[in-house]
């Protein structure tokens, strides 16, 4: 059995919950229906919104998609299934024990890919635009699965990656896990339905020396799709220096799909925007990029972020007098790039608050429903509320409004009669607070880079100061840890447990004759055949010099015997070229298992090594026990 198909045996792959298992699994049925799914689909408001959303996005027809009913059957049973399937995985591992793996950024990436996949479906007509959506959004799945099934091994990949960035991330995950992301996304992705139109341009496009399938095939097509997508998705998360050179290969790349050079700007800053519309929409991270002429005339973001006054900001205005709130809204227009969402009450407010996570709300005293107060309250007792920059307003101020305003939470108190600088001017306390947040996170995003690699760090220490370093076995340290913990196992149960004293014979000879780089070459030899004919459950470990214990759980003395002689066996098969002649290397065993007079570990020990030394007055090259009488 594959170690892909252990894993989705052991349920350690990322997998659906909820209703996406229930969409999963109703349209797995020969005779589900629509209507069927799409009552399922209503129970859970989030994935309706969002496949609402999607239908209308990915819709040419002017009428938009206003019922759950409708996107499904626009979409179709399997594209809801997928669909649902992406979200269910987006909202359950929006983080998790892989300490190095940067969750936001690999979902942030997922649905940038996504979103350009779903766009350019719309311009090459090989498969429906949601269907692209899907495909771009689980193409780097196996990369999430191979984090959550192997949280610490996957760790030590990224870190070898990041050590050595010249080979890809596929050797790396080969090297240590025997498998790879592709792979195993591949195998999930078939699990899930995914078509093979899909899955196997999904194999090979990561792969730059992969030929082409035919140039006119949906395949070759698709490749080239998925190639752009994620490019642009590189792009989108890119430091600023290198933007201007991938957007170059991505033009590049994109004249393979007939892609003109004054259509890619377009293509390109719509497939942005919409990246930030649906992270919002989804709670994952989108960068604020400027535009396509922007990023190819070098544009230089640091200077913009030195003149705060000028970012734009997404703004509540709350007030019941409609005419107020249009004043209101026509002054942050001037001169500005905010995007200013009107409420004409105080629920309104909270909920387009919780919805869009504006960064200022400026909210009237006498709202409405829910009052200036209460919606001022009722922010700051939620995480995200307690980020926002609330001004109150009033058609009268009294000092008594101001005191309460300011004991609700409030940030700053607004006159009624403001004008357009006015206004501004206190916008820059909540465009300085925005800055400082964004700041705040990029730290706080390279602390948990740091502790992550120097947890990665300590576990390798941990790791070296239980590994014998010339033979990469468990030291003497190690061992009697792992004797420990077998002996307290072999006390409870009452089962049987063996141990194993290895000698190589003769070795100060080999020391003293080739010198100690013989020496420690016959060491690394003995302790690699040990290790590959040992049974897999029992434990080789050097402990010293030339000697060796195994420790052998579940074992009597008549099976560790005959294991003992196994060994022997093969190791006297072996020949080693020392110095420039050939010769066989030969060990002697000594074995002994616990008894019920047997005190505690250490004398089990003594026991082997007692057996040991009459190993080798016998003769050497063989296995013996003191307990002889044992054998029936």
């Known amino acids: ?81 997928h669909l649902a399937l992406g979200f269910s995985l987006v909202d359950q591992y929006r983080d998790g024990a892989c300490e ?32 692209m959506f899907v495909c771009g959004l689980l193409a780097q799945v196996g990369q999430l699965a191979l984090a959550t099934a192997y949280p610490d091994e996957y760790n030590l ?67 080239l799709m998925l190639r752009l997508s994620h490019r642009l998705a590189d792009l989108g998360l890119a430091n600023a220096d290198v933007r201007p050179r991938l957007l170059k290969e991505w033009m590049a790349l994109a004249v393979e799909l007939d892609i003109p050079q004054d259509a890619a700007g377009r293509f390109i800053d719509e497939v942005i925007d919409n990246w930030r519309e649906w992270g919002e929409l989804l709670k994952i991270p989108a960068t604020v990029l400027p535009s396509f002429a922007e ?50 009450n105080g629920n309104t407010a909270l909920a387009l608050a919780m919805e869009v996570l504006p960064h200022v709300i400026i909210a009237h005293y006498d709202l409405p429903l829910l009052d ?84 990665v760090a300590n576990r390798r220490l941990a790791n070296a100061a239980l590994t014998d370093l010339l033979t990469g076995l468990p030291n003497r340290r190690s061992a ?44 690394r030899e003995a302790a690699a055949t040990l ?7 029992d434990s080789v470990c050097r402990i010293g010099g030339e000697e060796f214990l195994v420790i052998c759980p579940n074992t009597d003395l008549k099976s560790a015997m005959q294991s003992a002689e196994r060994l022997r066996a093969n190791l006297s098969a072996k020949r080693i070229v020392i110095g420039q002649t050939e010769q066989t290397l030969t060990v002697s065993i000594g074995v002994a298992t616990r008894e019920s007079g047997t005190p505690d570990m250490d004398a089990l020990v003594s026991i082997a090594d007692q057996a040991l030394y009459a190993a080798k007055e016998a003769g050497r090259n063989r296995a013996c026990t003191r307990q002889q009488s044992l054998f029936p």
């Open 295 to 344: 990023i190819c005339h070098g544009h230089n973001e640091a200077e913009d972020d030195a003149d705060d006054t000028d970012m734009p900001l997404r703004i509540v205005v709350a007030n019941g007098n409609a005419i107020n709130r249009r004043n209101t809204m026509a002054l942050l227009a001037e001169d500005s790039e905010h995007t200013v969402y009107p409420a004409e």
């Open 372 to 455: 200036g107060l209460e919606l001022c309250q009722a922010l700051r007792a939620t995480d995200e509320g307690r980020r926002m920059h609330i001004l109150m307003t009033a058609d009268e101020q009294g000092e008594e409004q101001l005191t309460r305003a300011y004991e609700a939470g409030a940030d700053g108190y607004l006159p009624s009669t403001l004008s357009a600088k006015g206004l501004h001017t206190r916008l820059r306390a909540a465009q300085r607070l925005v800055q400082l947040q964004t700041a705040w996170e990029k730290d706080r995003a390279q602390l948990r880079q740091i502790a992550a690699e120097l947890a």
């Open 480 to 523: 009697m840890d792992q004797l420990q913990q077998a002996w307290s196992a072999a006390s409870r149960s009452g089962l049987p447990l063996a141990v194993m004293v290895v000698d190589i014979d003769h070795f100060k000879h080999i020391n003293d004759t080739y010198g100690h780089a013989a020496g420690d070459m016959v060491l």
């Open 1 to 81: 059995m594959s170690q892909v198909e252990q894993l989705k045996l052991s349920g350690q792959l990322p997998s659906p919950r909820g209703v996406a298992l229930a969409v999963l699994e109703l349209s797995r049925r020969e005779n589900a229906t629509l209507g069927e799914i799409a009552r399922v689909v209503q129970t859970d408001p989030a994935l309706s919104g969002r496949l609402i959303k999607l239908a209308n996005t990915a819709s040419h027809i002017a009428r938009p998609v206003v019922s759950v009913q409708e996107a499904v059957v626009r979409q179709g049973i399997a594209t809801v299934r």
């Open 531 to 537: 290790r590959t004919s040992a049974r897999r459950e």
């Open 157 to 223: 990949v990224l870190m070898a990656e990041h050590a050595d960035p010249a080979q890809a991330l596929i050797a790396h995950e080969r090297a240590r896990l025997e498998t790879d992301h592709i792979e195993m996304g591949i195998v999930m992705m078939s699990d899930w339905g995914m078509p093979k139109v899909f899955t196997g341009p999904l194999s090979h496009y990561e792969d730059p020396d992969h030929p082409n399938f035919p140039h006119d095939s949906r395949a070759n097509s698709l490749m």
């Open 100 to 131: 190095a793996f940067d969750y936001k950024r690999y979902w942030s990436h997922s649905l940038l890919m996504a979103l350009s996949m779903q766009a350019l479906g719309a311009r090459v007509h090989v498969a429906a635009a949601d269907e």
